[in-house]
């Protein structure tokens, strides 16, 4: 399926009349193609969208990707009068090496304002709570190694949840790398519990040293949830254990729901890998 990453926002350049420039990026995920357009910000729509994506010179894609959540809606009036899928993600790798690399263009140019500016920057509201009907029985810090995920892999899990960047041979992980994660216990809910995490898309698990510590779950484009809060220092320990190995792995971890330790089955299994 043909694909676009794209970006529509604010940069630290205006106008010589004093009007913010958005620019529109456009980018596949192979690398091969860019697009780039400026656009004073009263004159931002999904109908200038429109018209750009026609002119960019390349054949309209089957799928539009968006990370950045003020750009959803602009293109996603786009997408529809094109008849466009569009695909909300934080994962678009291409895209956002190609923004790093504009935004250090800004400074030559006679626009630019000298603000300061991280192009891959996001408002994020505080984290929530999770319901309190999603709560597992239990959970653990655990470490699986490469031959046993794919193992794992294998077993008839109600959701899967990967890309095949992402998976341990992609990377070039030895066999023995031990790659972090958490398990959460659900008990006769797992499968609810699996559900509700699957509509969330997890995208991250950021262990947060503290007095309580705690886990956050980052999910959709923006979204943080107060996983789990806990004062024992042996988790402590495990949970600074989980942070030493995400450097060994990329960043890659694993977020696996298991009705008990006991059982031998499972219910849902994501592999993850925040890319900024």
């Known amino acids: ?13 205006r106008t010589p009349s004093g009007l913010d420039l958005w620019e529109l990026v456009i980018c596949d995920p192979e690398e091969n193609f860019y697009y780039t357009a400026f656009c004073p910000e009263p004159l931002v729509s999904s109908a200038w969208v429109v018209t750009e994506f026609k002119n960019c010179g390349r054949p309209l894609p089957e799928r539009v990707q968006v990370f950045r959540p003020q750009t959803l809606g602009l293109v996603e009036g786009a997408c529809q009068e094109l008849n466009l899928a569009l695909e909300a993600t934080r994962r678009t790798p291409a895209l956002k090496r190609y923004l790093r690399q504009r935004a250090q263009e800004y400074p030559a140019l006679k ?17 929530l709570p999770l319901p309190e009907d999603i709560w597992g029985d239990s959970w653990q810090f655990a470490a699986i190694t490469p031959p046993d995920l794919e193992q794992l892999m294998q077993y008839p899990l109600r959701i899967l949840a990967f890309e095949m960047a992402m998976l341990p041979a992609s990377l070039g992980l030895a066999a023995d790398t031990l790659i972090p994660g958490i398990i959460l216990y659900g008990g006769r809910k797992s499968l609810k519990l699996a559900r509700w995490f699957q509509e969330q898309v997890p995208y991250g698990l950021e262990f947060v ?5 705690g886990v956050v779950l980052h999910s959709g484009l923006r979204d943080r949830w107060v996983f789990l809060t806990f004062e024992d220092a042996e988790m402590a320990q495990a949970g600074e254990l989980f942070c030493d190995r995400l450097r060994s792995t990329q960043n890659l971890h694993f977020f696996l729901i298991q009705p008990t330790p ?13 890319l900024e």
């Open 209 to 213: 040293a503290g007095q309580p510590c």
């Open 1 to 13: 399926m043909s694909c676009w990453q794209v970006d529509l926002y604010r940069r630290p350049l």
């Open 111 to 127: 626009t630019y304002t000298g603000e300061a500016y991280d192009p891959l920057a996001i408002e994020q509201p505080p984290p």
């Open 262 to 274: 006991q059982d031998i089955t499972y219910t849902a299994l994501w592999l993850l890998q925040p």
